[in-house]
């Protein structure tokens, strides 16, 4: 056989394999519901509640997605959801990624939420929840789609801010399975928020963190011993210490990592440097998530073709993967067994 026939094999055999990858039941553990909104929706959205973009069509948004960092992004992440005002608003941000949920077999997704991005808008929580729950509850009416949210903070405000948020969500605490940190790392270290996670314990939150994307690995650390997290968002930095990585191994603590976000992100320079299927194979509990899909380039889907076509992951890492995707989750063990051999059946 030729090289180019080889080469031809070779690519027919990736093209089957992204076929059955693109239909594994799959959960998404690590989404920003803001970092859905799709550019069409974000323009059609800005006109129609009257907000000054400094962009008039699709291409210049998409310009703008070449981040130099994650500061950067946050500038465009913040102003696009700014656009976002009543309840109508919020439903077709849900409804939009849910739908998207369905045409990529995202069975369940564990969804970020961050009030305190609409609250300078004017947008009141319970406007937010309305929005958000009735699309919900029609996806799951519909197609049987899987939802849990997250109460997630904005890291880069003081803490005194984030608890009164959380107070703010006693009202709706039974939609929310947990509490989660976002934004800016630097400058913004976990033990900032030790009350805030304390308080959220008392009321029976889950507990997760943004720790080791552009900060260093002693901020996992930070979220393991002083925010007393379950999982770890992002988590690529414990890379720089061998015992963080022993330690996650034992512990079974699970890595919600996102990897065409790590490259848009500059924290790799490129794919072939991301460490995602080493951690894997030494038994990190590594998941495979979109972050903020429509500013990253791609969804669920489309992180896991990059593992394919750029680090040559194999069948069995994808099965574990998927599989690390329901295990990691806050579903309750039944739901969880249900989820798995569904994707066992499938596999």
Request: glycine share 4%.
């Amino acid at each position: 056989m030729s090289l180019s026939q080889d080469l031809t094999s070779e690519a027919i055999d990736k093209e089957k394999f992204a076929n059955w990858l693109a239909k594994i039941p799959k959960a998404e553990l690590h989404l920003h519901i803001d970092g859905s909104l799709q550019a069409e929706r974000l323009l059609e959205l800005a006109q129609k509640n009257k907000v000054e973009l400094p962009y008039s069509n699709l291409k210049e948004i998409e310009d703008a997605y070449n981040f130099v960092d994650l500061q950067s992004f946050l500038d465009l992440y913040y102003l696009g959801a700014s656009v976002l005002r009543d309840e109508e608003d919020f439903y077709w941000l849900m409804m939009d990624y849910l739908t998207k949920c369905r045409d990529q077999h995202i069975v369940h997704s564990e969804i970020m939420v961050e009030p305190q991005t609409y609250f300078p808008q004017g947008v009141e929580f319970r406007t937010m929840m309305n929005g958000f729950k009735r699309a919900i509850h029609e996806a799951n009416e519909t197609w049987g789609q899987s939802v849990l949210l997250i109460l997630s903070f904005l890291r880069h405000l003081p803490e005194e801010d984030a608890i009164a948020t959380l107070e703010k969500a006693d009202e709706f605490r039974d939609d929310f399975c947990a509490i989660g940190l976002a934004s800016a790392e630097k400058g913004n270290p976990p033990n900032k928020f030790q009350r805030l996670y304390q308080m959220a314990k008392e009321r029976g939150y889950e507990a997760i963190a943004h720790a080791g994307e552009e900060g260093p690995a002693d901020y996992i650390w930070q979220s393991l011993q002083q925010l007393h997290v379950s999982r770890v968002d992002h988590g690529v930095r414990c890379v720089d210490d061998e015992g963080l990585v022993n330690f996650l191994i034992e512990n079974k603590i699970p890595l919600t990592v996102c990897p065409l976000s790590n490259i848009r992100l500059c924290v790799y320079d490129q794919m072939q440097q991301h460490p995602i299927l080493q951690l894997l194979d030494r038994g990190v509990r590594i998941t495979v998530n979109s972050d903020d899909p429509t500013y990253f380039g791609g969804f669920l889907n489309e992180n896991y073709f990059a593992l394919l076509h750029e680090l040559n992951m194999s069948k069995e890492q994808a099965i574990t993967l998927a599989e690390n995707g329901f295990k990691a989750s806050f579903l309750s063990n039944e739901r969880k067994e249900s989820f798995i051999h569904q994707l066992h059946a499938y596999c």
